[in-house]
């Protein structure tokens, strides 16, 4: 269930938002650019990128293996980012399991963009009587 900003203290085991969508297109387009580089650089328009592709070009020509050692490690963190965002969920009282999907889901796909909104949540803490 995704819950809207205002009804957020109402349903804090259901608690999810998307990430904002800026973040979240540089973080789709960086690492798909660096699939691109990694798997294919050959398909590479390196000189209509201008100082992008000099640069692309050089790491891809000279530093092959840390590129795609550094494309692994990036998804390595993302995995953890989404763990991390279940551990966190769990924390701050988000059991609905279709609401800890989204968070592991879109964390993966989005890293820090989505994380740091889990990250900022505070539920309302409910007085026990």
């Given at each position: 269930m995704v819950v809207p900003k205002s009804?957020?203290?109402?349903?804090a085991e259901a608690y999810f938002r998307t990430a904002r969508p800026l973040p979240s297109l540089v973080?789709?387009?960086g690492l798909g650019y660096y699939t691109w580089?990694?798997?294919?650089?050959q398909s590479i328009p390196y000189q209509s990128l201008g100082p992008l592709g000099l640069l692309t070009q050089y790491l891809v020509d000279h530093h092959?293996?840390?590129?795609?050692?550094?494309y692994w490690l990036a998804w390595l963190i993302h995995v953890g980012?989404?763990?991390y965002a279940l551990v966190l969920c769990?924390?701050?009282?988000?059991?609905?399991?279709?609401?800890?999907?989204l968070w592991l889901t879109q964390t993966f796909l989005f890293g820090i963009a989505s994380l740091s909104i889990l990250m900022a949540y505070r539920p309302k803490h409910r007085k026990q009587t």
């Open positions: 009804e957020a203290g109402r349903s973080t789709a387009l580089v990694v798997f294919w650089p092959q293996t840390l590129m795609r050692n550094g980012e989404s763990l769990k924390y701050k009282g988000i059991t609905d399991g279709r609401a800890q999907l």
